[in-house]
């Protein structure tokens, strides 16, 4: 494994200080473009790993691992203030594979009323083309980690959840024909 994976991967596991961790969570999200190809890759965006990135051969056994050390830390960490950075992360993705996770994320995150994971896991749907909190009328006034959110944006996000669990027992229902 390459070291800056190594780094990444250590650093997310160790829960260090936000300035850190916002770093190397941006890192990972910039490590996962570069191995799929995305043209949203931009290592200029960096501060202290843009040379080793851009110098770095990744390989998808490489981003699978960092992509389970951000899941595993996602899910440790649920107060940890950077979480929805971390879950913005993983939307690098592009997988629908982690559909089911987003899905989960807003759940846990709403009950809780943490605005910025519920809407980091929103936008993973919404990247991967599947249905999602709509609410973008909202989104310019309100889009600020760690504001307040009126009830209007929690009735939307309700609304998704219960829209989501119809469509998935519609489509159970479906198979068992």
Known sequence: MSPLIQHLISEIDSNTPDNDLNEVLLTARQAIFKLNGSQEYS?????????????????????????????????????????????????????????????NQIIIHANARRFHPVDQADYGLLRL?????????????????????????WTAVKIYLRRSHYQRMRAAHKSLR
């Open 43 to 103: 290592p200029q965006v960096l501060d202290e790993w843009q040379d080793e990135l851009q110098e770095t051969n990744l390989t998808s056994e490489e981003i699978s691992a960092l992509v389970a050390h951000l899941k595993d830390f996602i899910r440790r960490h649920p107060d940890q203030p950077l979480v929805g950075t971390a879950i913005w992360a993983l939307t690098a993705t592009n997988s629908i594979n982690e559909a089911h996770f987003f899905r």
């Open 129 to 153: 083309g599947l249905d999602h909190i709509r609410w973008d009328s909202m989104r310019e006034v309100w889009d600020r980690p760690g504001s307040e959110r009126p009830d209007s944006y």
